[in-house]
């Protein structure tokens, strides 16, 4: 069980005083049977005039920041301690009637994965279509977990990760077509790949980090995404198709939802002179408190936009 420590630290920078609109803050991880958090803090400079915090519509806790002053640089500051217990895929178990594919989900399931099985983006000659298919077997049914695990590892194989540090994400078709992209164009393909083959599936951000010396992981330094399908039995499962994972070793959940743009880590505005603006610097920093041989998991600064990989 793995006690971590994750310091993300975002830093906005101004030539002049500037004022600064609403933010919406999300960075504490969620809480659940496979992640404790042990301590959070929020540290803002200069301080909100009024910070409150929600959840979303997907549970996801958001902190809304508030300004009342001007500054000529605007930081976030997050400091968590969490445990952290792996879910390794030999301990994903699928009900019966879902080992094998197809399938269709309960009655009692289907009104609440609706909207994650939707298609989000517009593929009128459904080129998603076709790659998915390649998974599923000629003939015969088709092994549940080992198809979405051939395309998590096909994914992780056959694509070049490219870091992009600006705001938005690859349509699926042209990251099929790149065959590159960062780690939330990855996700987002292969949410709307098992999407076409009726699976319900949520984009994540989150943190990834190295459990041991020997498993490398692509993502750090920044915050992470990854894919979450719906299999019961196990409820959601997640996919990390950058790195390669099936289930959550290595990957600590922050926020889930059903697309991207809804599960931005940091959004706001300021209001000044166009030229005011002089960059912004992001860190990610995680460590395992416990680990005897490898202490430090992932230590990286870069420079960028506060987004996903």
């Known amino acids: 069980m793995p006690v971590l420590t994750i310091s993300h630290v975002t830093h906005y920078k101004y030539r002049q005083p500037v004022a600064f609109g609403e933010h919406r803050i999300m ?22 005039a009024n910070l409150r915090w929600l959840h979303d519509v997907f549970g996801n806790s958001v902190a809304i920041a508030r300004f009342d002053r001007r500054a000529t640089a605007l930081r976030f500051a997050s400091f968590v301690r969490l445990e952290h217990f792996p879910v390794a895929r030999e301990h994903v178990d699928v009900e019966a009637y879902a080992r ?4 269709t989900y309960s009655s ?11 298609r989000q983006h517009h593929d009128p000659h459904r080129v998603i279509d076709g790659w998915a298919r390649r998974f599923v077997a000629e003939s ?31 349509t699926p078709t ?10 939330r164009d990855f996700a987002v ?13 949520r984009f994540v951000s989150g943190y990834v980090y190295n459990p041991s010396r020997g498993e490398g992981r692509v993502g750090g330094g920044n915050t992470h995404a990854w894919v979450r399908v719906f299999l019961p039995g196990s409820g959601w499962v997640e996919f990390d198709p950058t790195n390669g994972i099936v289930g959550n070793r290595g990957l600590v959940r922050v926020a889930v939802a059903r697309d991207p743009y809804q599960a931005v880590p940091l959004s ?5 002179m166009p030229s005011s603006a002089a960059g912004m610097d992001v860190s990610v920093e995680i460590h395992l408190e416990d680990a005897q041989d490898f202490a430090t998991a992932a ?9 996903t990989c």
């Open 140 to 170: 015969g049914a088709t092994d549940t977990v080992a198809m979405l695990s051939d395309m998590t590892a096909t994914i992780k194989r056959d694509f070049t990760y490219v870091p992009r540090h600006e705001k938005g994400t690859q």
């Open 108 to 118: 009692e399931d289907m009104p609440d994965l609706l909207r994650s099985i939707e």
């Open 174 to 183: 042209e990251t099929l077509k790149k065959m590159q992209g960062t780690c």
């Open 189 to 201: 393909l292969m949410i709307e790949a098992v999407r076409a083959l009726g699976f319900a599936a």
């Open 100 to 103: 094998r594919y197809p399938f």
């Open 27 to 48: 960075v504490r991880p969620r809480e659940s049977y496979d992640q404790r958090l042990i301590e959070a803090r929020l540290d803002i400079d200069p301080p909100p």
């Open 268 to 272: 706001g505005s300021w209001s000044g």
């Open 299 to 307: 230590v990286q600064a870069v420079a960028g936009r506060g987004d």
